[in-house]
Every structure is written in C-alpha cells, then in structure tokens.
C-alpha cells in the first residue's frame, strides 16, 4: 500500500512540476495537493514500521519546487507579446513626390511669417 502511495505521489509531483513551466500552469495547484496528500498518507503508512523515507521526501522537494514556480508565475505574469500584422501598403499614388526636405519646410515657414 505504501509503495503505491509513493508511485501515485511522484507521477503527481513530476506532473506539477511539468505542468508549472508550461502556459497550463493554475493546473499545476490541482496536481501539488494530490502529490501532498500522497506524500502524507505515504509518510504515515511508512512510520509505523520505520521504513526509509528518502522517497517521500523527493515527493515533497518535487512538489514544493513546483508550488514555487506555480507561485511565481502566478504572481509576477509574464507580457504577452501581440502579433502586429503588416500595415497596408501605400498606394503608388501618394509617393509619387517623396516627402518634404527640412530646407523646403524651413521655406515655406519663411513665406508665412513674411505674409503676416
């Protein structure tokens, strides 16, 4: 009963840790209260009977790293970076005369402090 405890507490952990790094991370939560809850009921079955715990313990570390990342995303998100589409091309029209140079604006600026 303990060793299926254990299988069923690291498949969980690892899936957490898996699922913390991936866009699907709030999923994550869900997978590290299992992984917990496997990890404990694996560590009271292992209790009574002195059995070693290293096991149990790589349940926790796994499950607590992965409730870290999870944490963190959740807290400090990412920006999410908008595809631009391309504008629409100009029309050959409107650059048929390329634009005003500073000296032509610089001119007719002139004219019109002149007329005033």
Same mark, same amino acid.
């Given at each position: 009963?303990?060793q *299926? ?5 690291i ?11 991936t866009p699907? *991370?709030?999923i ?9 809850? *496997?990890g404990?009921?694996?560590?009271y ?14 349940? *926790? ?7 870290g990342?999870?944490s963190?995303k959740?807290?400090f ?16 029209s ?23």
């Amino acid at each position: 009963m303990r060793q *299926f405890f254990i299988i069923l507490g690291i498949c969980a952990a690892a899936l957490a840790l898996i699922l913390s790094v991936t866009p699907q *991370f709030p999923i994550a939560y869900i997978l590290t209260v299992l992984a917990l809850i *496997f990890g404990l009921i694996a560590f009271y079955l292992s209790k009574k009977p002195q059995l070693p715990k290293k096991t149990i313990q790589l349940i *926790f570390l796994l499950t607590l790293i992965s409730l870290g990342i999870t944490s963190y995303k959740s807290l400090f998100p990412t920006p999410e970076v908008e595809i631009i589409e391309p504008k629409e091309q100009l029309d050959d029209s409107s650059m048929e005369r390329p634009p005003k140079t500073l000296e032509e604006l610089e001119a007719e600026r002139q004219d019109q402090m002149q007329e005033q």
